[in-house]
């Protein structure tokens, strides 16, 4: 076999159909018309892929809730002496097979961020671990960038492969899966047959050409020692994010965004510990119990976003960029705020005022 | 550069010397994006915009703001581009001394509506590449790489447009262009409200339910309404008093908004903008479009239209009875 | 926290219905409680000890009663809970008698109910704060509103005191109702005899400072520390000045003036003192009638006045006095009995009521106290007395009984017989209410000494035959229609609550039934006070009541007074707003609907406005913390987090 | 938090009532000094005021499941605090108007005022309440998923 598989558009759906009895399957759907909302959700029979059409919110929730418990307790009283308690811990995983489906490479790229601070080092997110252990991506060689994608700039591209298990090539009349990882090739042979010697030379050609192409015109990779040269210069952020509303929306809709919140919920004598998502956009996410906030405005807190994405987060990850160059973040902006313009002007100026 | 940039321009050059600062709008990162934007010096001037992809009501930058911007030693104005539904939001904020009047310099903008990027991209051939978005009378011209479309303005601008009722600036120091026909009266039934209310109860629960089960609560409809005063201390996100859970269910989701509605109860000025922002699509503003219409029927009050009334929660008439 | 709950039987008024030890079971189980145990009386002395005990040998932090109605033993639980050492607001009641036990007969839903009501107790509680009161100085000065013999009787007791006493009459006498009565049951006292004294202390008094023909305008303030605005009205005489000769009331040549003192029964001049005996004797002008204020020109009183006293252009003023404490004996009103047009009140002259009757027997009164009817000045021989007009009639919205009229009708009938030996007197009663001292015994006299007609059932008809009035009614003894042919009919009115009793009321900020009569703490228990601390009521005010328990009721609230006046300071309730000033905006929403004016803005040095509470001021409504958008301002003991945990813990 | 949309079993009904500690709440007491029987449904929180509700209150309670929700205080003129209810009226009143638009029973929520004198009329209150909201059924809650809405069209 050759670990490639031809789907013609009508018959994704059965191929859906098939794959959801193994395992979570998620594809970017149509969640609103009204608003043309499109997200990813669990595919149900019936539910059709939107392949054409970029999904608003990334698959990030997928292997990272927005909502995550991570343990169930209770008080216990001791009925000799009720002023003592006992805890029952209880430790939740939600982690069956996972696929997901039609994500586009810097969706899929996305994870490379969580995996270098959730997998690497000492200490490893055994939650988002075995999420990630029991989920395959197949993932679209991308056709269709906008004015906001900037895949490309960050070290990437529309037909990048990086964590993903299988490529789904759109050629005429449907698609040729291509199995990239074991995993990923014992699941495409087990679910269709071989593509025609034609259909698989198609595929090559759409990945190459895809491969060629170049999504956003600057490299915007190499910026951060331009950030902490730039770091105390308020007049610059001033400047960048007065219109700023601070309502973070950029780091919701980020793929690479992994921030996140541990509360307690309890009631009564029992509850729940929680992962949530934060934001560093927010004003209560540094504050601290005294009052001190070391980040009181916008523009510290949007100095802290881009300083992490462009400079701090590659000083220490060997040079990566925790940017996909998804673009979201600037789609989504109310206040139309360029993240690829902010990150050139630390450089543009600092090499105009040296 | 069309007429109504240009004019604006004009006047700000004018008068820029008596003023501190100009909030105005910028071209965004594409065709069919505008930035706000603070105009600080005489050179910034010529990069001012106003047309119909002025969206954003920049009197939320007022309030909020009035802290970060340098308190002006002179005395001088800060100049505020509005449109009609802008303006009603300045005169709440007025209303409730969050902006003093003689701090302002009102720059009034008739409009004609704000386009909705949304219903643009379904418009046109190819959405991802749009070059030149222009309002020519009546019709709308969207150039794309494949060519160009024209299309009726109605069917590219945004709901809360569709129904403007005060389309010129309620309060201004200077009205740039010519005044608008409203295309709503004033006392007009509010027509999405109405399409909601023709549902049966069971499907407005399953409506709203539908829609707000998107919600992500990125509480950026908080942060863009210019009327969502308590920002940083907003009880959606202290947990003293805790209102709202960390639970991302539809009972905390439903619970968020009703509080976001029922604490703009009399006070909304229907500029849209929470609804614009939402990155999920809800139809944000609706929910409150319908408390004003209660608030109209039964107390005859409309916010942002008179800086002297009380917002009518919080005052009473011992009179009123059958309420 | 060390939550310890107390579950009362209360006998079996709770445990009738509710299983008290299922209850406490299940307390075991809530959070923080380390302790919970029924108990047959908790409010008892042994009761109190047990929470005491139990504070001490579990070291309990707070404690939960579930028993009656917080309005009834919080305050007695709270100071159980200090004396064992811990805040009296660590405390919380939860009430399974009223609210639960005494209203289904369902012991299992009860009992489900009542652990309900607990959890909730429990979930507030466990947010509570340790609270402390402040000390606020008492302004130890009592006004006395309204000018009858219970406020008389309240002010010559403060007085007597030592306290100061600032009294408001709206008439232009004091003396009220009583100074009208020709006598008093059942002793036949002659009314002013006993009264006139008291009236004339009240002047004579240094430390009573009167505003008769005066009104409460406004009240502002709270106990201890009252502002009472009062509307002097003009009388058109300087009072100062006036000596009370009477002169100008002789040369007035407005006579037609309406008489209020002698209910309409002959008239009175346009410039009149009410009556001989009226404190203060002081001429006033009744602007209706007279020539000059009416008609432009006269001027006669101001140039007969020896004293030059007129003041035509006198206004309307407005005083404030600064009070402590206030009693409240406004008085009452009589029904009007046109409202029964069967009876012809009003159309038919001599179809009268029993004040007017009381007048008309009354040495001072219209006809010098000679017996005459009023349409003919004859002497009437046959007398009919009807009772309950206006009193116990659904059907006019008066269905309480008035208390007084059984026995006024039997002095006023013992009075017509002494004047007129051969009359004929006839009392058409529904029931007979005599229960004070002497009472029925005054009753059985009229009847047997006096030879009284009491024939019980109700008139139906009164309507004139010649100069007589045929009265229609039945006597449900002998089961027959009666029918008699009199010369004068008297109608017993009824007492309702004074005009402008409502109004009043709202100024004060207490609340009154349905009839108007103002609410006492409690029915039984604290009879002259009102929920509005320092506000005591006396008299009729309160409820129909005659004239010993009135001079009663304005001893005891004197008394109130004097007790709430015997410390410099008072504690004030410590449940009050408060301001987290990290998380105010400073948006002022708060400071705009506080009723009370006690929240006001202040700056802080970085220039952000926050809203502040004035903790003495403050009323502890928590219309602010409703207000609040963000909540940054919370009404202590009843905090969003505590109302939104009683509601959780309901759904859990 | 428990799931609310299996929650239509049958199970206890359960009314809040936040009933002002001055009239209501006295008159709640006074019916039960009389004795007046009353349905054992209602669970009253004691406020000092009616002016103390803020309508999130209300919504708060109808979302986590209550399947009614009871307000009583002071008459209007009538108000311990002089005015609490004045405010305390409208508020309510546009709640009860906006409730329905949200999906909302609005019959789930009744306000209404009774003094500390009518213990009668209270029982008659929570009686008619109780029946109410007895003919209603348990409140559903809200359905924690949606997998078909209607949809709605303004353009």
Redesign the interface.
């Known amino acids: 076999m050759s670990g490639k598989i031809f789907v013609a558009h009508d018959a994704l759906s059965g191929l859906l159909d098939d794959l959801s009895k193994k395992f979570k399957v998620w594809i970017p759907q149509m ?2 018309q ?4 499109i ?1 990813f959700g669990v595919y149900a029979p019936g539910k059709k892929p939107e392949l054409t059409r970029r999904s ?2 990334s698959p990030k929730k997928i292997l990272f809730p ?2 995550d418990t991570l343990f169930k307790f209770t008080y216990v009283k001791d009925p000799k002496d009720p002023v003592r308690y006992t805890i029952d811990l209880k430790e939740s995983f939600d982690n069956g097979p996972t696929l997901v489906f039609g994500a586009r490479p810097c969706d899929t790229r996305g994870f490379q961020t969580f995996d270098q601070v959730f997998l690497k080092g000492q200490y490893k997110d055994v939650y988002y671990e075995r999420r990630r252990q029991n989920t395959l991506f197949a993932t679209l060689v991308c056709q ?5 994608c900037f895949c490309s700039s960050v070290g990437s591209g529309p037909a990048d492969m990086t964590g993903s298990d299988m490529a789904v090539i759109p050629i005429e009349g449907g698609y040729v899966i291509e199995g990239l990882t074991d995993a990923g090739r014992k699941l495409v042979e087990t679910s269709g047959s071989a593509p025609s010697p034609e259909q698989a030379a198609a595929a090559e050609q759409m990945k190459r050409n895809t491969a060629a192409l170049k999504i956003g015109e600057d490299d915007l990779t190499g910026y951060a020692d331009d950030l902490t040269r730039r770091f105390t210069d308020m007049d610059f952020w001033r400047e960048q994010v ?2 700023c ?5 950029c780091t ?2 980020c793929p690479t965004c992994y921030c996140f ?1 541990i ?1 307690d ?1 309890a009631s009564g004598m029992s509850g729940e510990r ?1 992962r ?1 998502w934060d ?1 560093c956009m ?3 996410y540094t504050l601290e119990a005294r009052g001190h906030n070391p980040r009181p ?1 916008k523009m510290e807190r949007y100095r802290n976003r881009v300083g992490h994405k462009f400079s701090y987060f590659p000083k220490k990850y060997d040079g990566m960029v925790s940017c996909c160059g998804c673009g979201r973040c ?1 789609r ?1 902006c ?5 993240i ?2 902010v990150v050139k002007e630390l450089k543009e100026t600092a090499d105009d005022r040296a | 550069m069309d007429d109504k940039t240009n004019a604006l321009r004009e006047h700000v050059k004018g008068i820029f010397s008596n003023l501190e600062l100009v909030l105005g709008w910028e071209p ?3 065709p069919l ?6 105009v600080r010096t005489e050179s910034d001037i010529d990069r001012l915009t106003a047309n119909c992809l002025s969206f ?1 009501n920049l009197t ?1 930058y007022l309030a ?1 703001s009035m ?2 911007v340098d308190p002006a030693a002179d005395g001088r104005k800060i100049g505020v581009c509005v449109k009609g539904c802008d303006s009603r939001s300045l005169v709440a904020l007025i209303q ?3 902006v003093s009047r003689d701090r302002v310099y009102v720059i009034g903008l008739p409009c004609r509506g704000t386009l909705d990027a ?2 643009i ?2 418009l046109v051939p190819d ?4 070059r030149s978005v222009n309002a020519e009378g009546d019709e709308l011209v969207v150039e794309t790489d494949r060519g160009i479309s024209r299309f009726a303005l109605d ?1 590219a601008i945004a ?1 809360k447009c ?1 129904q403007c009722r005060y389309p010129n600036p309620v309060i201004h120091d200077v009205l740039i262009g010519d005044p608008v026909t409203p295309r709503l009266k004033i006392d007009a039934e509010n ?3 109405a ?3 023709a ?1 049966s ?11 707000l ?2 919600c ?5 409809c ?3 309404c210019p009327l969502c ?7 959606m ?7 709202i ?7 905390e989701k ?2 968020f908004h ?2 976001h ?3 703009l ?2 006070r909304c000025t229907e500029c849209g ?1 929470c609804e ?8 944000v503003a609706l ?1 409150k479009e ?2 004003n219409a ?2 109209y029927e ?2 005859d009050y409309e916010s942002g239209i008179d800086p002297e009334a ?1 917002p ?7 009179k ?2 059958g ?1 | 926290m060390r939550i310890g709950v107390f579950i009362c039987q209360c006998g079996t008024n709770i445990a009738g219905t509710v299983d008290t030890r299922a209850v406490a079971k299940k307390a075991m189980e809530f959070p923080d409680v380390v302790f919970a145990v029924d108990y047959m009386y908790t409010c008892s002395e042994p009761g109190q000890k047990e929470i005491q005990d139990a504070i001490s040998s579990h070291r309990l932090q707070g404690v939960v009663v579930a028993a009656c109605s917080p309005r009834m033993h919080e305050p007695t639980f709270r100071r159980a809970v200090k004396k064992a050492g811990i805040n009296p607001y660590m405390f919380e009641q939860a009430n399974i008698r009223e609210h639960c036990s005494w209203i289904g007969t369902d012991r299992e839903a009860n009992t489900r109910k009542a652990i309900d009501m607990v959890r909730m107790s429990v979930e507030k509680l466990r947010r509570n704060q340790a609270l402390f009161s402040t000390q606020v100085a008492v302004n130890k000065r009592v006004l006395v509103i309204g000018g009858g013999v219970a406020g008389i009787q309240a002010a010559l007791d403060c007085s007597d005191g030592g306290l100061e006493v600032v009294m408001v009459e709206r008439e232009p006498s004091i003396g009220g109702k009583m100074a009208k009565l020709d006598k008093t049951f059942p002793t036949i006292d002659c009314s002013s005899c006993i009264l006139g004294p008291k009236m004339v202390d009240v002047a004579q008094k240094e430390n009573i400072r009167l505003y008769a023909y005066s009104e409460v305008e406004a009240i502002s303030g709270y106990i201890g520390n009252f502002k009472v605005d009062i509307r002097k009205k003009a009388t058109y005489v300087d009072w100062n000045a006036c000596t009370g000769c009477g002169e100008c009331t002789q040369k007035c040549p407005s006579k037609k003036a309406f008489d209020h003192f002698n209910e309409g029964l002959g008239a009175t001049t346009a410039i009149n003192i009410p009556f001989p005996q009226a404190i203060p004797k002081k001429a006033r002008i009744d602007s209706d009638y007279c020539r000059y204020l009416t008609g432009g020109k006269c001027r006669v009183c101001e140039k007969i006045c020896p004293v030059k006293a007129i003041r035509f252009d006198m206004k309307d003023e407005i005083v404030t006095e600064e009070v402590g404490a206030i009693i409240v004996a406004s008085g009452y009103d009589l029904f009007d009995a046109r409202v029964y047009g069967e009876y012809g009140g009003g159309r038919y002259p001599d179809v009268i009521s029993a004040m007017q009757y009381e007048r008309i027997l009354s040495a001072s009164g219209p006809y010098g106290g000679h017996i005459r009817r009023p349409s003919d000045g004859r002497e009437p021989k046959e007398i009919v007395f009807i009772s309950c007009v206006g009193s116990r009639d659904i059907s006019v919205d008066r269905p309480y009984c008035s208390g007084i009229c059984c026995m006024y009708i039997a002095k006023q009938a013992i009075m017509t017989r002494d004047h007129i030996p051969d009359s004929n007197c006839y009392v058409s009663y529904m029931d007979i209410r005599a229960p004070g001292k002497g009472y029925d015994e005054f009753i059985r006299r009229a009847q047997e000494e006096y030879g009284v007609k009491y024939i019980r059932g109700r008139v139906g008809r009164i309507y004139p035959r010649g100069d007589r009035l045929v009265v229609q009614g039945a006597d449900t003894l002998l089961g027959v229609q009666v029918e008699i042919e009199a010369d004068l009919v008297v109608l017993a009115t009824g007492v309702e609550c004074s005009a402008g009793a409502r109004p009043l009321a709202e100024k004060l900020r207490i609340s009154y039934d349905q009839h108007g009569f103002y609410m006492e703490s409690h029915p039984k228990l604290r009879p002259v006070e009102t929920n509005t601390a320092g506000v005591f009521l006396a008299g009729v005010c309160q409820g129909p009541k005659d004239i010993p328990a009135s001079v009663g009721q304005g001893s005891a609230a004197a008394s109130k007074v004097q007790a709430l006046f015997s410390r410099d300071t008072i504690e004030t309730d410590p449940q009050v707003a408060h301001v987290n000033e ?4 400073g ?3 708060c400071e ?2 506080c009723p009370f004016g006690a929240i006001r803005m202040k700056t802080l040095r970085d ?2 406005r926050k809203s502040e509470v004035l903790e003495t001021v403050c009323q502890g409504c928590g219309l602010c913390n409703a ?1 609040c ?4 301002i ?1 009404l202590r003991h009843s ?3 505590q109302i ?1 945990a009683e509601i959780n813990t309901l759904f859990d | ?1 428990s799931s ?1 949309s299996d929650a239509k079993q049958e199970r206890e009904i359960k009314i809040v009532g936040f009933l002002c500690n001055w009239c209501s709440y006295g008159g709640a007491d006074t019916a039960g000094v009389c004795r007046f029987r009353q349905p054992t449904d209602l669970r009253i929180i004691r406020i000092p005021c009616t002016g103390r509700i803020d ?2 209150m209300i ?2 309670s109808l ?2 499941g209550a399947d009614g929700v009871l307000v009583s205080g002071c008459h ?2 009538d108000c311990h605090y002089a ?1 609490g209810n ?2 305390a ?3 309510m ?3 009860k ?2 409730l ?6 609005s019959d789930r929520f009744r306000y209404t005022w009774v003094s500390a004198s009518e213990g009668q009329i209270w029982q008659q209150v929570v009686t008619d309440f109780s029946e109410t909201i007895h003919r209603l059924g348990p409140n559903p ?6 997998d ?3 949809a ?4």
């Open positions: 969640m609103d009204a608003s043309g909302h997200a608003r919110l927005s909502m269709d960038s906008d004015t906001a007065s219109p509303i601070t309502c973070g929306v919701w809709v919140s509360t919920e929680m949530s934001s927010f004003y209560l405005t600037i989504t109310p206040v139309s705020i360029d690829r313009k | 965004g990162y594409d994006h505008t930035r706000p934007f603070y954003q939320r909020k802290n970060a409730e001394k969050f949304r219903r991209r379904a959405p991802a590449r749009i069917r709901r569709l027509p999405s409200v399409a909601v209310e549902l109860l069971e499907d407005r629960l399953l409506f709203w339910e539908n829609q089960d998107r992500i609560r990125c509480f950026a908080r942060n863009a005063v308590c920002q940083n201390h907003c009880i996100e202290t947990r003293m008093p805790k209102w859970t960390q639970y991302r269910n539809m009972n439903f619970m009703m509080i509605a029922l604490h109860a009399g903008e614009r922002v939402c990155p999920v699509g809800i139809p929910i319908k408390i209660i608030i039964m107390l009380v009518p929660l919080l005052t009473f008439s011992p009123e009875t309420i | 990290n998380m105010c905006i948006c002022g929403k705009q609907v220039g952000s207000t958008p963000n909540k940054a919370q905090t969003d987090d939104l | 938090m609310k309508p999130l919504v708060k979302i986590q209007p003129n005015v004045f405010y009226r409208r508020r009143e546009v709640l108007r906006f329905p638009y949200m999906g909302f029973q809650g809200l359905h924690q998923t949606v078909s809405a209607p709605v069209s303004w353009f």
